[in-house]
């Protein structure tokens, strides 16, 4: 008979980080960021809680992942601990093991409660090389549109869905490769992502954003509906 795996200890502490993707770290698949996390707290030797089971493997819970090739200035995960810790001396200690453009933020101690549940929406700049007038027209018509289905692989195949129905707020700037789009998204379930907006203008107004757009995602975390401003998800109630 196969022996029973070791069950671990409950961990003792939660930590909630914030990190960004700057430069060509944008690039980095989540795979890839998740592989690097683990390794920087092995170097760093955070004293992390363990899952049990035949495989045990560090506690990290990751929430709202920006798209490859996206920056990012909020994105977000929890560790569990086994020790209590200063969460000043895990941010100096990670800050220390990841390399440049996998930057920490922010490291709090946890409320409880989901983290996930906290990240309603998003706020997202998105440089595009286009004259600033004719983005400010194809905004115009986009949001005068009642919806707007656009088609994107999923790893469910092939999926068509309306991007018009979460998006909260779109403005245009001049900007020195164009225009800068503002944006804010909700979360749906399919997730809109901010390139499905550029092809939703596309659609409607003929908009050509030009090569590689720089998204950049600025804030996430629960959505004011009255306002459409975003709140601090480690602020707060949960």
């Known amino acids: 008979m196969r022996e029973q795996p070791e069950q671990q200890a409950p961990p003792v502490q939660r930590l909630r980080v ?7 770290l944008r690039f980095t698949s ?12 092995f170097r760093a030797r955070v004293p992390m809680a363990y899952s049990s089971g035949f495989n045990p493997h560090p506690r990290i819970s990751y929430a709202g992942a920006a798209p ?16 209590v810790v200063t969460p000043d001396s895990i941010h100096v200690a990670l800050e220390e093991s990841l390399p440049d453009g996998l930057d920490i933020l922010e490291v709090v101690e946890s409320p409880g409660g989901s983290l996930a549940d906290r990240l309603e929406a998003s706020r997202w700049s998105l440089e595009i090389a286009t004259p600033v007038e004719e983005a400010e027209g194809a905004v115009e018509r986009f949001l005068a549109t009642e919806s707007v289905p656009v088609q994107r692989m999923t790893k469910k195949g092939m ?21 800068c789009l503002d944006l804010v998204l909700r979360h749906t379930v399919p997730a809109v992502r901010p390139d499905d907006v550029l092809t939703g203008l596309a659609a409607v107004s003929g908009l050509a954003a030009g090569e590689s757009p720089l998204l950049t995602r600025l804030a996430q975390g629960p959505l004011d509906e009255a306002t459409g ?8 109630s949960v």
């Open 68 to 83: 490859t090739g996206s920056a990012s200035e909020a994105e977000y995960l929890e560790i569990a601990l086994a020790e």
């Open 18 to 24: 914030r990190y960004a993707k700057r430069g060509r």
């Open 159 to 179: 999926r068509e869905f309306d991007c018009r129905a979460a998006v909260v707020s779109l403005g245009a700037a001049a900007h020195e490769r164009g225009a």
């Open 30 to 41: 989540h795979r890839d960021f998740s592989r690097a996390f683990e390794r920087a707290v």
């Open 229 to 236: 401003e975003i709140g601090d998800p480690l602020r707060g």
